[in-house]
């Protein structure tokens, strides 16, 4: 629908290296319970990332080929460090796999301590570095469902800089398009500055909490509207992908 | 050898404000704040010892997020203060609980972490967690240990202490290869019982006696895992005595006259069953046969739907309880090679506010119950990336001791890929978890009655779920099923293999050896083993070419897989214990061999205390405050709004759910039922219906009609969405007491024949079904409970239907009849009244659902809501509600009899009744549709926020959005609407 002709691979096969990233254009990572997040969200697939696939994941983020992280996608991302991925370094072994360790942006506990399904409006933040997401024009609407998805920053200089380096790149706003400021259930988790999805600094690297993929069809809009799609993100960045 | 302790606290020092207000309800006032740490053990005494280095790099990689938490290492002193000798330090500001998981109860935690360690190159780690509560106030040591008790700990699965814990590291055992002979030879019927009694075996004394002559016969004494596996087979729960038993059933009339005695050959024969032949649809594809019922979809797949109950376990652990319902509901999915698609539950619970001090002894308290039930169904589903989507919570004292936990699970699969015949030489192979201690004699725990004394002594019966390794099961069954790597399939639910591997070989017999399942931890006896009733395990006939290609997909899905042995074709089961045999018996006996029940079932009409029961009549005399009336059944907890706690399921994944549990412009009117389209099918407009009819207070007064009413309550949320009523297949669950005392069983009998009365006269097959029975708390039975779960087809997903009001000034049509039918109705309940008719089932009630199906599928339905607890009134202020739109209706046009007074029209609950909006475009050919039906135009919706009723040109009473909202809601301001 989105213009790609997308194949679904398990991780061990990747690490197996029967498939390598190197075949494809663009990397998802979709939404689940890796490891039922007994360790936290995605924290425990960020280490398989970072200690199976880092070199190869490192050349595919490098090459400049989109990644999309959603849900604990985007967990695993912001844990392995590829999220938002700066002060990397070209390091290997065992420093580098455990360099999460400094790590100042996270998601945590929702802020009302418990998972939560519901349905929520996105804003692209217009000067994001995840400059494909411009061609998106409306607002998306789509369902968030997670525990886990309240995005914080360690101090507000990791705040500061994330946004003077455009690396924001989705928001939780009203129907209206008015940010959240907070407001529950406009902002479902407590993320602060309502932020939904954050780049890396190449804008390749795109990662948000709420589920695109659950609105790609009218009808499955709860309040029968048309338009608004999570459809319009994965054809934004597929249209990168095979630009 | 070191241990290490790792603390990890959130750096925000807020705590937690639930713990602190339960703690209130708990009594204990004094406690001002609760902060939560996690704790991670970790010991090098199984590998090379473990630096300091290595612990900070675990902590950096996967225990600690430097962003919002902080850690604390320690290792631990050889000498660690211990609970025993605990002193409560008064002066302190601050007092610590640390509660740990009890040795052998599954810690997915830890062994993530095991496996994360090993995968960064420290091997042999061993791991527990725990968690500390940090608590500050003024406390005692009493009120320290209520908190522990009553909120923080349950000693069912968890130890706690005052202080720090102790490393709740499980101790390692030998292997034991210890098999006991039971002598029976020669015991009297007393001893007999007491063997049983001891062993917890839930044998009755017949049953016994036929053991005993079979073994007297051979000349010899059974082995512990014979009569281990004679008892499970033989339990409630595998085979179902009851619904099988010869029952001389005896009813008597209202006026005390008893009909003449009727002989039962088996109520699931005589009702349920044959409810099913009798309808003969050609869409059942497997009813009551596998392990769930098999409808078509489309002309390439079919749909399973099973709802299994899990209420002993709930009570003792509600977490885990829930956890491991919906866990062993979608492995029945799973059996019959469907891929699970979605969930639903309905829970029954004791009320909230029950004050601490009413609380009986060894019961958990049912808020407690509640909370710890919801967080397991929404963490299983959740991770298996399930939606659930459809239920019910019904609050009822009766509950108070043995709360009701039904869970569903719907799977879909290609038409003709379930496999279902082992053939001779099949190897036995399982996959999944490892075998434990965890859940020994659960199939006949689920067969007793639950008294005081079952908290401390059922401990072992009660599990946690493993969601993850399910998911693989998942994923791995439907690669298999889709290569046809096997023959038969089957989960390893109550009895664990002795069941699952009996059932499969029922014809051929099997041959296995317990040496080779994978364990847990060392130090299970073989009855154990054998018995075990661990989660997330499957049972498949695997013929043995494909062994190697079965081993390659669990090898890429991290499935555990172990070949037990064979499928021997002498017709005897054979059990091995290192080469040694330890059971062994003919297949004919274990199946065949339970001697049938016979029982005696009494019935009374409107209940044994007759004289109590007012008429309708005289009820219409009482005049009540209707507004009033209305506001409090809004906030019924039983009608009241769910969504504090359905929104923790994710109800969206799988992007197929077309309607949500919550509908209307703001997402929070209720929703009749649940659409769902599943994934995969996108290419066809068919989509399908999940619904559940369930109404306790009735079956209190008269049982008959509450199995009618559940019928029609399932089948008319259906048809509200868009259900086919032509393509509606039921589910029944019956939850009883002990069925072996007559008024229990009559009543069971009684609803039974409600069952097929009301499946004939609505065409619709039963295709699954489940018994629980024993659901008593200290002698006090439940109240005999009904669940009709309904799944239908909805033949266009672009004509559903929710029941929020659209627009101003569309027409608000009543269908069907009302009737002073207020016996067991929700009116009666707050009034206590306790007699009055009970709502009988409706004329013709097909034509009108047809009727009403055409309409929306012509596109002439604008919303649509039945009529349930509450009736007309309650209906309408939902629909008001969800479309954030006024109403005013006149309740002298409704179609009828039997109004002495207007409550009644209000608030009956008569059977067979929608409330629908129809734009005044429309109106003519609605009515057409309708022609011959009964119908009513009632009014019309308002753009205001008033919703009121009038009776002819008299205003009766009226009420604002606001005030629905505050009552149905619990929530003044109106959060989603900015």
């Known amino acids: 629908m989105a213009g790609g002709t997308p194949k679904i691979v398990h991780i061990n096969q990747l690490r197996a290296g029967a498939i390598r990233f190197s075949e494809f254009g663009m990397l998802v990572l979709p939404g689940g319970f890796s490891y039922g997040d007994a360790l936290g969200a995605g924290v425990r697939q960020a280490l398989d990332l970072q200690v199976f696939l880092q070199d190869e994941l490192t050349e595919f983020v490098d090459s400049g080929r989109p990644v999309l992280g959603i849900c604990n996608g985007f967990q695993t991302l912001v844990k392995a460090g590829l999220l938002p991925g700066h002060g990397r370094e070209k390091a290997s072994g065992a420093e580098q796999r455990t360099s999460t360790g ?34 998106i024009e409306e607002l998306v609407f789509c369902p968030v469902a997670h525990g886990e998805g309240n995005f914080q920053v360690s101090d507000d200089e990791s705040l500061e800089q994330l946004e003077k380096r455009n690396l924001v790149a989705f928001r939780y706003v009203d129907v209206n398009g008015e940010r959240a400021r907070g407001r529950y259930p406009i902002n479902p988790n407590g993320s602060v500055a309502d932020i939904a999805g954050i780049c890396n600094p190449a804008g390749n690297v795109i990662g948000l909490m709420p589920h695109p993929e659950d609105h790609v069809e009218s009808i499955q809009n709860p309040l029968s509207g048309s338009g608004r799609l999570g459809l319009s993100i994965f054809r934004a960045i597929v249209s990168r992908a095979s630009s | 050898m070191t241990v290490y302790r790792v603390e990890v606290t959130a750096k925000d020092p807020t705590g937690d404000f639930g713990i602190v207000a339960a703690a209130h309800r708990l009594g204990v006032d004094t406690l001002q704040s609760c902060r939560k740490s996690r704790l991670y053990f970790l010991t090098d005494h199984k590998g090379p010892p473990l630096a300091t280095e290595q612990i900070e790099r675990l902590c950096a990689a996967l225990l600690v997020d430097p962003v919002v938490e902080t850690a604390l290492i320690s290792s631990l002193p050889e000498n660690r203060p211990c609970d025993i000798n605990y002193q409560l330090d008064t002066e302190a500001d601050e007092q610590v609980i ?15 972490l095991e496996q994360g360690a090993a995968e960064m190159g420290i091997h042999g780690l061993e791991a527990a967690t725990a968690t500390q509560f940090r608590l500050t106030g003024v406390l005692s040591l009493s009120e320290l240990r209520r908190l522990a008790r009553g909120l923080l700990c349950n000693e069912t699965i968890e ?62 004494a059974p082995t512990d895992v014979e009569l281990e596996t004679l008892a499970q087979t033989w339990s409630e729960h595998c085979v179902h005595k009851t619904f099988k038993a010869r029952i001389a059933f005896t009813r008597y009339g209202p006026d005390g006259s008893p009909y003449p005695t009727e002989e039962i050959q088996g109520l699931l024969h005589t009702y349920i069953q044959a409810a099913t032949e009798k309808v003969k649809r050609s869409w059942v594809r497997s009813a009551f046969v596998d392990d769930a019922g098999i409808i078509e979809f489309d002309d390439k797949y079919d749909l399973a739907f099973k ?54 002894a060894g019961v958990l308290h049912p808020a407690r119950v509640e909370d710890g039930v919801v967080a397991g169904i929404g963490d299983y589903g959740n991770k298996l990336g399930l939606p659930t989507v459809n239920g019910a919570v019904i609050y009822d004292d009766g509950y108070l001791g043995n709360p009701l936990v039904f869970c569903g699970a719907v799977g879909m699969l290609p038409k003709g890929a379930h496999p279902t015949a082992p053939q001779k030489g099949d190897r036995v192979v399982v996959l999944g978890g490892r075998t434990g201690r965890d859940g020994i004699h659960g199939a006949t725990f689920s067969s007793a009655e639950l008294t005081q004394a079952t908290h401390v002594e059922s401990g072992s019966a009660v599990q946690i779920g493993d969601p993850i390794t399910e998911k693989g099961l998942i994923e791995l069954v439907e690669n298999a099923r889709d290569a046809r ?39 299970l006896t073989p009855w154990e083993i054998w018995l075990s009733e661990a989660q997330e395990r499957m049972v498949l006939a695997v013929p043995p070419a494909n062994l190697e290609r079965l081993q390659a997909l669990a090898d890429l899905w991290e499935v555990e897989m172990r070949d037990l042995g ?67 059944m809004l906030s019924h907890p039983s009608v009241a709004s769910k969504e504090r706690f359905v929104r923790t399921y994710d ?18 009117g209720p929703a009749d039922a649940a659409v769902l389209k599943p994934l995969g099918t996108w290419d066809n407009g068919r989509a399908f219906s999940l619904s559940v009819g369930i109404n306790p207070l009735l079956g209190k007064r008269d049982s008959y009609s509450m199995a009618v009413s559940a019928v029609d309550e399932a089948f008319r949320n259906a048809v509200a969405v868009g259900a086919d009523p032509d393509r509606i297949a039921l589910l029944d669950n019956f939850c009883w007491g002990n069925p072996t005392i007559p008024d229990r069983l009559g009543a069971l009998v009684r609803t039974c024949q409600g069952c097929y009365d009301a499946a004939v006269a609505y065409n619709a097959p039963f295709i699954s079904g489940k018994d629980s029975l024993y659901n008593e708390f200290d002698g006090q039975p439940i109240p005999g409970t009904l669940l009709i779960s309904a799944i239908g087809i909805v033949p266009d997903m672009r004509h559903t239907c929710t029941s929020d009001f659209k627009e101003a000034g569309n027409l608000i049509y009543l269908l069907g009849q009302s009737h002073g039918e207020l016996g067991g109705s929700l009116l009666s309940h707050l009034m206590g009244w306790e007699g009055g008719e009970a709502p009988a089932m409706p004329n013709d009630p097909l034509a009108r659902y047809r009727a009403l199906h055409a309409s929306m599928l012509s596109g002439l339905i604008q919303s649509c809501h039945d009529l349930s607890e509450g009736g007309l009134a309650v209906a309408l202020a939902e629909m008001c509600f969800g479309g954030r739109l006024g109403a005013k209706v006149d309740l002298l046009t409704i179609c009828g009899d039997g109004f002495p007074n207007h409550y009644i029209q209000l608030f009956c609950e008569t059977n067979g009744r929608h409330l629908v909006e129809v734009a005044p475009a429309d109106a003519a050919r609605f009515e057409e549709c309708l022609a011959g039906l009964p119908f009513a135009l009632l009014g019309e919706v308002l753009p205001s926020d008033q919703v009121i009723f009038t009776k002819g040109p008299d205003r009766l009473f009226q009420l604002t959005l606001n005030e629905i909202s505050t009552a149905w809601k619990g929530d003044s301001k109106d959060e989603a609407s900015n």
């Not at chain 1, 506990?109 to 996105?122: D, I, K, S």
């Not at chain 2, 062993?199 to 000349?219: A, T």
């Not at chain 2, 969206?652 to 929070?668: C, I, K, Q, S, Y």
């Open chain 2, 159 to 220: 130890s706690y202490s005052l202080g720090p814990i102790e490393p709740p590291f499980g101790r390692s055992s030998d292997a034991r290869n210890y098999v006991e002979q039971i002598p029976l030879a020669g015991l009297d019927e007393a001893a007999l019982s007491q063997c049983s009694s001891e062993r917890m075996l839930s044998l009755d004394v017949r049953e016994m006696k036929e053991i005993q002559s079979y073994y007297e016969e051979i000349g010899r």
């Open chain 2, 566 to 632: 064979r499928f021997s074709g002498d017709g005897w089961l054979r059990v091995r214990y290192d080469g040694r045999p330890v059971a062994e018996l003919p297949m004919k006996f274990l199946h065949e061999g339970l001697p049938l029940p016979r029982r005696e079932a009494l019935y009374h009409e409107g209940g044994p205390d007759r004289k109590s029961r007012p008429t309708g009549k005289e009820q219409g005399r009482t005049s009540l405050n209707e507004r009033a009336v209305l506001l409090q």
């Open chain 1, 102 to 135: 400094n790590r100042d942006v996270t998601l945590t506990y929702n802020a009302r301590g418990h998972f939560e399904c519901r349905w929520v409006h996105l804003a692209v933040e217009p000067e994001t570095k995840a400059n494909c997401l411009a061609q």
């Open chain 2, 485 to 523: 790597l096997y023959s038969a399939i089957t989960d390893c639910g109550a009895g664990g293999l002795s069941s699952a591997v009996g059932e499969m070989g029922e014809e051929l017999g099997a041959d296995v050896e317990l040496m080779d399942v994978p364990l847990k931890y060392p130090g």
């Open chain 2, 307 to 360: 709802v299994e109950t899990h209420n002993h376990p709930s009570a003792l652990e509600p977490f885990g309880g829930a956890n491991t319902g919906i866990g062993g509901v979608v492995r029945d999915i799973i059996a019959v090679s469907a891929r699970p698609i979605a969930c639903t539950d309905v829970l029954c619970f004791g009320p909230q506010n029950l004050p601490q001090e009413a609380l009986p």
């Open chain 2, 98 to 112: 640390e509660v740990a998981l009890r040795p052998g109860v599954t810690d997915v935690a830890a062994r993530v």
């Open chain 2, 651 to 668: 109800h969206e994944v799988r992007g197929g759910t077309l309607v949500r549990p919550f509908v209307g412009p703001h997402m929070d």
